[in-house]
T-cell receptor, first 113, second 112 residues
Framework: AAGVIQSPRHLIKEKRETATLKCYPIPRHDTVYWYQQGPGQDPQFLISFYEKMQSDKGSIPDRFSAQQFSDYHSELNMSSLELGDSALYFC????????????FGPGTRLTVT | DQQVKQNSPSLSVQEGRISILNCDYTNSMFDYFLWYKKYPAEGPTFLISISSIKDKNEDGRFTVFLNKSAKHLSLHIVPSQPGDSAVYFCASYQGGSEKLVFGKGTKLTVNP
């Protein structure tokens, strides 16, 4: 079965650079979620989109922005990168908004040097 | 403050025996609970979920029990297999919210 696709899988950036992470949800899933997982930590919710509109927001820094496009894929844009942004970034999707299981992608490992 | 707590960072079980992973929560508004399994370098894989209107949900070798009065849920794996070795996350969200709140995970090791 098709799963959530994330690209790139690994990304190395320097401080103050920008990064764009992409997420392609499972077909017919209209909700996308972004999570950040630091080393040894649990995933922390960043932001979600339902039918291309932001539906909920968590602890996402102002330096980060995201959007969902007409084909339901989503991009997380990160600017002025800091060392502390180094983490695994997971995208998840679900068929509808809250009350559904979220299916996670493999993650993008971002390393900021 | 950790709203979803998994107090055992690790658990070791013999193959064929039962694995019981525990989870406590503090937010009484949580109404949907999920368990995820995670291997290194992979995303969390959904295992099983339970709504707050139920106290048990079963799917093959996996059963989740919910005790709302105690704000406690547990995942039972019977029989345990070496391939079950992974980190298990308990997660929850309240109705109307998109945000999944995770526990810190329990690393399960099933020994052959």
């Amino acid at each position: 079965a098709a799963g959530v696709i994330q690209s790139p899988r690994h990304l190395i950036k320097e401080k103050r650079e920008t990064a764009t992470l992409k997420c392609y949800p499972i077909p017919r899933h209209d909700t996308v979620y972004w999570y950040q997982q630091g080393p040894g930590q649990d995933p922390q919710f960043l932001i979600s989109f339902y039918e291309k509109m932001q539906s909920d927001k968590g602890s996402i820094p102002d330096r980060f922005s995201a959007q969902q496009f007409s084909d339901y894929h989503s991009e997380l844009n990160m600017s002025s990168l800091e060392l502390g942004d180094s983490a695994l970034y997971f995208c998840a999707s679900s068929p509808g908004s809250s009350g559904h299981e979220q299916y996670f992608g493999p993650g993008t490992r971002l390393t900021v040097t | 403050d950790q709203q979803v707590k998994q107090n055992s960072p690790s658990l070791s079980v013999q193959e064929g025996r039962i694995s019981i992973l525990n989870c406590d929560y503090t937010n009484s508004m949580f109404d949907y609970f999920l368990w995820y399994k995670k291997y290194p370098a992979e995303g969390p894989t959904f295992l099983i979920s339970i709504s707050s209107i139920k106290d048990k949900n079963e799917d093959g070798r996996f059963t989740v029990f919910l005790n709302k009065s105690a704000k406690h849920l547990s995942l039972h794996i019977v029989p345990s297999q070496p391939g079950d070795s992974a980190v298990y996350f308990c997660a929850s969200y309240q109705g109307g919210s998109e945000k999944l709140v995770f526990g810190k995970g329990t690393k399960l090791t099933v020994n052959p």
